[in-house]
Each structure stands twice: as C-alpha cells, then as structure tokens.
C-alpha cells in the first residue's frame, strides 16, 4: 500500500513538476509582444475599434499571474477619436486562489487613465457595444485587493439631450485593502466642472468607509471632506463636512457622531454662511434620542446683514413617537437704519416608523426699527403649521403674517419629493413693503459696467417645478408706486410656467392678459397683455425744456451694440388704449413682438399718435452690428411739434460757432439699414409736403435715400439724397421740382418773401466736410430756375423810376435801396442756371421778362456765395414801351434804357443798388434834347458828353467850372457800380439863392 501511494506521489510530483517546467519554459519562451497585431486586428473586427499600443507587454504567470502595460488607447465605435486611454497600469493576480473562485489581488497602479464617455440623444451612450449581451447570471466572486492608487486620470461625460456635461481631471486616489463588508481607506483629490448646474471645484475626500450592498449598510468615519470653488450660483464657496455616520436605511437605523456641515461663499455680492452641527443622533429599534442640534445661518452685504439662529432641542421617545421641546429661533436682519429682530419656536413630534413629522404651531414675533417708521417701529407677528408624511411624499402647511397694515395669509400643498407637485394659495388684504422693506432709494442703482449676457438665461431649474395655485392681493404699496386688486393664477408642469388670468391696477393702469415661460434650456417667452392706460411721465421725466443742455462730447458716437438680443427669445402681443408723454398722447398701440436669437420684429406695429396714424413694421438682424429693416406709413405728421425750438441766442456769434461745429457721422459707418416711409402729409421745418415717399438703404457708412419723392406747393419733387460717412462725409444731393409755386415755399421754408413765381427748380450738387461751414463752402455742382408769373419782391424798378419825377433827390446820387416788402417787380417768366463751385453759385444767364422790363441772356452776371451767405450780382434791364401793367406809358419815355441794378449785401439783409445818373441821363436825352438851345443845350450836350453825369449836373445847377486838380474830380466823382453807402457821401452845403433859381429853371426844363 505504501508502495503504491509512494508511487503514486511520485507520479503526481513528476506531472507537477513537468507542469512547472513547462510554465517555465512558456514564461521564458512566450513574448505576447509578438501578437499585438493580432490583438489590435482582433478588436478592429469584434468591436469595430481601433486599438493602439504603445511600449512592451509584461506579463508573469507564477506564483501571480500579472500584466505591466504601457500605453494603450481604443477609439470610438466605427470612428478615430479617441474614447479612452491609459499610460500605464499594473495588476497582479495570485494563482491558487482563483481555484476557490477568489480574486485576491496586489495593489492596482493606474496612470492617466482617461475616458470620454457619451450619452445620444435616442438614449444610447457610446461604450454600448463593450457591454456583454451574455443574460446570465455571473457567478459570484469573492475579491480582496490590497490596494488601489490611481494618479492623473480624468473622466468626461455629455449629455446631447440635455446639453448637460460634468468632467472630473487630475483625478487621484489611493486606497488601503478593499474587501466586500471591509472597512477601506481612502483618499482622493480632483477638480470637477459642469455646466448644469456651472461648478467648477477642488474636491479632497478621506476617511475609513464600509460599503455591504447585502446588508444595505453603509458607514464612514473619520470623514473629512473639503470643496472649493464655484458652485450653486456662489464664487469662492467653500464647503466642509467632518464627523462619524453609519447608517442602514432599510431599517431606518442611524447613528451620528460629532456631524459638522458648514459651508460659505460669495452670492450676489453678499457673503453667506451656514453651519449644521449635531454632536450625537441615535435612531434605533426601540429608541431615539438626540443632543442638540444646530443650524446658523449668517449674510453680510455692504448695505444688509442677517443672522438666524435655529435649534432642535434634544429628541426623546421611540421611532412611533418621537417628541421634542421644539424647534425655537432668532432673527437679526440690518438694512442701513432699518433693524429687523424676531423670536420663534413650536413643538415638535413624529413617527420616524411612518416617516410622519408635524409642527403644529410655529409662532414668531418681529419687531421692525426705522426712523422713517410712525413712532420709529412697528410690532408684528406670524404662525406657520405644517405637516409631512414621507412615506406618502405629501406635506402641507398654513401661514400668516400680521405687520401693521399688511395681513398676508395661505396654504401650501406638496405632493410628491422626488418631482414636487405644488398647490398653495395666497391672499392679503394690504401689503405694505415701506413698513416691510424700509422705501426705495430715489437714487437710481449705478448701471453695472459687466455687459449683458448674449447667452440665453438657463431656466432648466424650472423642468422640476410643477406648481399650480392663485395670487390674490388687495393692494401692494411701496412708494412711489401703487400696485391693486392683483389676481394671477400660476401654474407650471415641468414644460411651460404660466401667469393666466392676470389682472392688475399699477397705478392708474390697468393691466390684464397671460404670460408663460417654455423651452426653459432657451426660453421662450409668450405673452398677451392689454394695457388701458400709461402716463409715462410717472415714471420717465417729461421734457419741460428747463433741462440743461447736454455736454457735447469730442469722441465720435459709439456703434449700436444689440448683443443682448441674441439671448431673447420671445413671441407675444401687447395693446395700449392711451399712452401720454409729455404733450404727446397716443391711443390704439398695437405691438406684435417676434424673436429669436437671430431676429427681432415688430409686426405689426401701429398707433394713433396725436393727430397721426401710424402703420409700420421693424425689424432687426445681426445684433452685434444691428441691421434693421422698416416699413412705415403714416396718414400725416406734423414733425415741428416735436422738434424743441432753440431760444435765440444773445451772442452774435452762435451761428458761426454753430457752423463750425463738427458733423460727427461716425455712426454710420456701422449703420445698416433698409427700407422705405410713405406719408401722406408732412410739415417739417414749416414745409408742406403730401404724398411722401422715402426709401433707404445704409450699409457700412453710405447712406442712399432713394426715392426722395413727395408733392409740395402745388407741385411735385422726386429725387435722391447719398452720404457717404466712410471718411470725411460726402454728400451729394440731386432733386428736381416742378410746378412748384416759389412763394409760399419761400416764406414758410426759410421766412423769405423775397420771390413768387411757379415753376421748376433742379438741383444737383456734391459737398464734402466736417463742419456745416465746411460743407457749404465745398458746394459743386450745377441749379437751374424756371419761373412763370411771379415777381421779385422787395425793389419796384418801374416804381422807382416813375418816382424819379417827383423827386429832387435824382441829383444827390442815391444808389442803394434797402429792401421794402411792400414793393415788387413782376415778371411772366424767368429762368436761370447756375454752376456751383466752392461754395459759391455763379450765374450769367438770367432771363426775365416784365411788363416794361426785359432781361435778356448776358445782360445779368454776378455770384450768390453759399459758404459766406453773401450776394454780389449785378443786373441790366432794359426798359420797353408798355400800357399796361407796372409803370404804364408814362414810363414810355424811357423805352430802350438800360438800368443797373446791383444787389449786395447778406442772405438775411440783401441791398438794391440803382445808378441813379446814368437815368438822369438817359431823361435828359429823350425828353430835352431836341428842345435845348442856346447856352442851356450846350450844357445838356456837355451832360451827353460827358462820361461823369453827376458833375455834368451838378455843373448845370451851380455854374461850377471843373476843377482843375485831378484829386478834386476824383473827390466829386460819382459812386461807381459797386455802389459806396450813401452815408459815406460828403455832407451837403446849404444852396444860395442863386443856386436855386438855377435848380428850379431846370426843373421847368425837364417838366418835373
């Protein structure tokens, strides 16, 4: 027998042995190395995957059976990105074990471990097809690992349905031995980001924990957490969790130990902190009891602090009914002046078997302290009940406030924990927030220089809110604003959030309609209102005129920013009965608003302002350079009535300021725009115009305003108007008018009554500069005039020569005539053209036809000098026989002479000059010439004769001989056709005796 199991032994150590040998020799003969591509083949056909491996295999198979790798990466399904990757990682298996079916293993390296993991929009992720299909159940294996440490390694996840994505980077972990129902070591450290909700975070973890998904059971002690960042709307928020729990939740057993939560941060501008402290809890079969527990909640703002203290008192009893003293607080709450202080507590009991807890009656006082208050404060109180049923997922609860005047009561239904469903009710008589809330600041908050988000706001919050109950309020006062009879039912579903039935007095408005909030990743937001009344002045000061003006800046104007419109999504309607600003009323006002993202329209858009009815549509793209588009029509419009009239200035020299003032068009450069006005009647700058037709497109600094069109003073004009801003502005201006009565256009254009006349006028003209002055100097380009039946005003040439008879003053060389309204000169026709360069229009083929006079091409040259408002022209009419009309035949006598006429002098205060002896002279050859003989026709002659009329005259008159000094006849010469004022003329002599006789023998002569 011994021999046999001798042998027998031997026989099993030999097969033992060969078996050594021969993983012996597989170990020192076998590379796996040389089966990479084998391997990278494999997963290509199984998996539809690439497969890299870079650096050796190592393995070793006794008495562990272990891998060293290098760095290996495996793409996406049927793709090249990369879906993960490790640089390197270690294990190592003990081989007698896996006999038992157990996995005990050394401790695991793992480094830069990355994975980019995917969830579809169809629900699907991207590692589905890595997934066994195999249904069956694994066999259970026990494992015991003596250690994990994983260093550099990073893990991203995306949700495409929702947009939602979480990473965690520079993940590090080491563990102690890991076992099923073990206690385990850990530590770790990474940084987290997210986007739903935005965090961005360090994470350090360590403490002893048990994991037994048997039992259900699960404990940590030593606890030891730390997360800084930003996170739940806050910056550098800081969160600390320390202290001992193990818990069994499906026997609702637990046990606390030295729990301290507290955690602190930056919202809004306000510092925030709040810490939890429960030094022991025990919750056990047959016994809870509890210490004191904690919670301190503390807010510190520039101009707001707050403190509320709560405590639940020590708990006694069993998990069917459990009781304690209550649940009691304080308040402390500053807003500058104002200090708010309350006091509050309530039993409190519950059936942690059931999961049942109720405060039956929470009562509070509030005392509020303000030296704007009736005798500096006021007393109030409130009372909250509530009761909770978890297991049921019910809670509901009751409260009230009574403040001085406002008393605010309700109730509040909750069904349903994981996705609440909300029911409450809210109704107040009075709500007075300057007794609660202290009234608001006069002074406007300083606007916040942080540009507005072009993103949309995130409402994703709101796909978890289902709440539906009514808001009903008497009156809300917080001055200086009046807010009544408030009802608005509220209603949410986790898809849409609506305000229905809103009905509301805001001061003396009356607003009604709905309101709803959907598509809550990028709202969309809907709307009705109806507005019966807005006096805006309440709220936006009316323009009285007192205002001072505004400081005019040097830096040219900033392009148009709409940026902020990308992030509006909307689509509603809204009416107004009657809107008044200042001495403007509108009515009718009729807005439909469409946006989104892309495009902001108003269509329609219609009102009824003053005595205007308007029809339009805007729209605008490309909100950061804004395009817009419109369509106007109006019925009429009278534009003076909103355009404030400047108070004449005292100086002088405002005009001159004012025209050398620069023309800032920098704005245009970024100016797009496009589309056309039609009005039916328009008065602007008191010029009458019907049946308006504008149309224009801007683009990138060149404006076109093309038709320019409209029928005015009885005629009509059409046209186009070009700036080009894109350097020094260019401005060329082309227009034709026909049939258009000059006289009325004068008068109520620029208040000239100066001509009459209907006609047709052409204007085409170019200019370039920086200033009014320099625009009107730059001035080039040709006009032309073509009157009919009309008459120059001011100057009466045919009055003024049949005046000549009655009037001794034809010897004193009086030539120049201020303008006198009440005299004209008629024409029946009188055409012009004019070549305009720099700035000054010259002309040198008037033509005028008149009932004695006529004005033929060449006989009338002279320049209007735009820049300088400046006239210089000098005219030559010749007088014809007439009996009728202006002068008649007694002006007959004067048929074929021509007589200068020179107009000098400004736009605002023309002169007329006349050459008064040339006249004389002419009179004396027509009437005297064939009845002077003697020694008075030799003195006619030498008046013929003689080129200077006036000393061939004064000669005449006096007996003067000529004097004999050229300096004399120089002193004594006659105003030349530039025409010398009249007060520059030496003072006049009393005449002798012997002078008058001669004058009143040469009166008989000429019959006057």
Do not use: C
Not at 480 to 497: E, F, S
Not at 771 to 798: P, R, Y
Request: no cysteine; glycine share 8%; aromatic share 6%.
């Amino acid at each position: 027998m011994n021999k046999y199991l001798k042998i027998g032994l031997i026989g099993l150590g030999s097969i033992v042995g060969l078996m050594l040998l021969l993983a012996v020799y597989f170990a020192l003969t076998f590379n796996p190395n040389d089966y990479k591509q084998q391997i990278i083949d494999l997963v290509k056909e199984k998996k539809e995957r690439t497969l890299t491996i870079e650096g050796d295999i190592k393995l070793s198979f006794w008495p562990k059976i272990g891998a060293d790798l290098g760095k290996i990466a495996i793409s996406e399904h049927k793709g090249s990105a990369e879906f993960a990757s490790v640089n390197s990682a270690k294990v190592a298996l003990a081989v007698l074990p896996l006999l038992k079916k157990e996995l005990v293993v050394d401790t695991v390296y793992v480094d830069g471990a990355k994975a980019n993991i995917i969830k579809y929009k169809d629900g699907t992720t991207n590692f589905d097809d890595l997934l066994s299909k195999d249904e069956e159940e694994s066999t259970e294996i026990k494992f015991d690992v003596q250690g994990v440490k994983v260093t550099n390694s990073a893990v991203q996840y995306k949700d495409e349905s929702t947009g939602a994505s979480y990473a965690i980077n520079q993940f590090n972990l080491t563990s102690g031995r890991i076992a099923l129902a073990e206690p385990m070591d850990i530590a770790t450290d990474f940084k987290v980001n997210a986007n739903q909700p935005v965090v961005a975070a360090n994470v350090k973890v360590k403490g002893v924990f048990l994991v037994d998904p048997e039992t259900k059971h699960f404990k940590v002690s030593g606890l030891d957490t730390l997360i800084t960042g930003d996170m739940f709307n806050g910056k550098n928020v800081e969160v600390k969790a320390s202290g001992d729990v193990d818990a069994k939740p499906e026997k609702l057993e637990f046990l606390v130990d030295s729990l301290k939560l507290a955690a602190a941060g930056n919202f809004d501008g306000a510092q925030q902190t709040v810490e939890l402290n429960a030094p022991a809890l025990s919750i056990l079969k047959d016994q809870v009891s509890t210490k004191k527990i904690t919670v301190n909640v503390t807010q510190q703002k520039t101009d707001a602090n707050l403190k509320l203290n709560m405590v639940l008192a020590d708990m006694k009893g069993s998990p069917k009914a459990l009781q304690s003293s209550g649940i009691s607080g304080d308040l402390n709450m500053t807003q500058g002046k104002r200090v708010v202080t309350g006091q509050f507590s309530s039993p409190f009991n519950g059936n942690i078997d059931a999961l049942i807890f109720d405060i039956p009656k929470l009562v509070g006082k509030l005392n509020i302290q303000d030296p704007s208050l009736p005798n500096g404060e006021i007393q109030g109180t409130f009372n909250l009940g509530a009761h909770a049923d978890i297991k049921q997922e019910k809670a509901d609860s009751t409260f009230s406030l009574n403040v001085a005047e406002t008393k605010l009561n309700g109730n509040v239904d909750v069904a349903g924990f994981k996705t609440p469903n909300i029911k409450f009710n809210v109704s107040a008589d009075k709500i007075n927030l300057n007794q609660l809330l202290g009234k608001a600041s006069a002074a406007p908050a300083p606007a916040s220089k942080k540009s507005a988000s072009k993103q949309p706001t995130d409402l994703s919050a709101l796909k978890s809110l289902h709440v539906d109950g009514k808001l009903n309020i008497g009156s809300i006062i917080y001055d200086p604003y009046r807010v009544t009879g408030l009802n608005v039912g509220i209603k949410a579903d986790g898809q849409k959030l609506s305000l229905t039935g809103l009905d509301v007095k805001v001061d003396d408005s009356r607003i009604k309609g709905n309101f709803a909030i959907s598509q809550f990743n990028k709202p969309l937001y809907t709307f009705d209102i109806d507005v019966d009344q807005v006096d805006l002045d309440r709220y936006v000061g009316a323009s009285t005129g007192d205002a001072k003006p505004a400081k005019t800046s040097t830096e040219p104007a900033k392009p148009l920013d709409l940026s902020a419109l990308k992030a509006l999504n909307a689509d509603g309607s809204i009416r107004v009965g009657q809107l008044k600003y200042g001495k403007t009323k509108a009515s009718n006002i009729n807005i439909k608003l469409n946006a989104n993202g892309e495009k902001l329209s108003l269509n329609p858009l219609s009102a009824k302002v003053d005595d205007s009815q308007i029809n339009a549509s805007l729209g605008v793209t490309q909100f950061s350079q804004p395009a817009f588009s419109f369509n106007v029509n109006i019925d009429k419009l009278d534009a003076d009535r909103y355009i404030t009239k400047s108070e004449p200035s005292a100086a002088p020299k405002t005009t001159q300021a004012s025209a050398e003032t620069p023309i800032d068009l920098s704005a245009l450069k970024k100016f797009n725009a496009s589309g056309e006005a039609k009005i039916g009647w328009l008065k602007i700058a008191n010029v009458k115009t019907e049946n308006v037709n504008i149309g224009l497109n801007a683009q990138n600094g060149v404006v076109n305003v093309s038709p320019f069109a409209a029928n005015l003073y009885q005629g009509s004009m059409s046209g186009a108007l070009k700036v080009d801003a894109r350097a020094t502005p260019v401005i060329t201006f082309k227009q034709a008018m026909k049939n258009i009565s000059v006289g009325p256009l004068l008068v109520d254009a620029i208040n000239n009554d100066m001509l009459a006349g209907k006609g047709s006028v052409d204007i085409d003209v170019t200019t370039q500069g920086n200033t009014v002055s320099a625009l009107k100097k730059a001035l080039a380009g040709n006009a032309a005039l073509n009157l009919a039946d009309g008459a120059v005003k001011g100057i009466d040439i045919a009055g003024t020569l049949r005046d000549m008879k009655n009037k001794l003053n034809v010897l004193k060389s009086k030539d120049a005539l201020a303008s006198d309204k009440t005299k004209k000169t008629d024409f029946s026709e009188l055409t012009a053209t004019f070549t305009i360069k720099n700035g000054v229009a010259h002309n040198e083929d008037l033509e005028m036809k008149a009932p004695i006079l006529r004005l033929a091409k060449g006989d009338s040259k002279g320049d209007i000098d735009i820049g300088n408002e400046k006239i210089n022209y000098l005219a030559k009419p010749t007088v014809v026989k007439s009996l009728k009309g202006q002068g008649g035949a007694d002006l007959d006598q004067l048929s074929g002479l021509s007589i200068p006429v020179k107009i000098t002098g400004t736009f605002a205060s023309p002169q007329f000059g006349m050459d008064f002896a040339a006249i004389g002279a002419a009179i004396a050859k027509s009437s005297l010439l064939d009845k002077v003989g003697g020694e008075k026709g030799a003195a006619v002659k030498e008046l013929l004769g003689n080129e200077n009329k006036a000393d061939a005259l004064k000669n005449i008159l006096g007996g003067s001989k000529k004097s004999t000094a050229p300096d004399a006849d120089k002193a004594n010469a006659a105003p030349s056709t530039e025409g010398a004022p009249a007060d520059a003329a030496p003072a006049e002599k009393p005449k002798s005796l012997k002078e008058q006789a001669k004058e009143e023998a040469l009166k008989k002569l000429l019959k006057f």
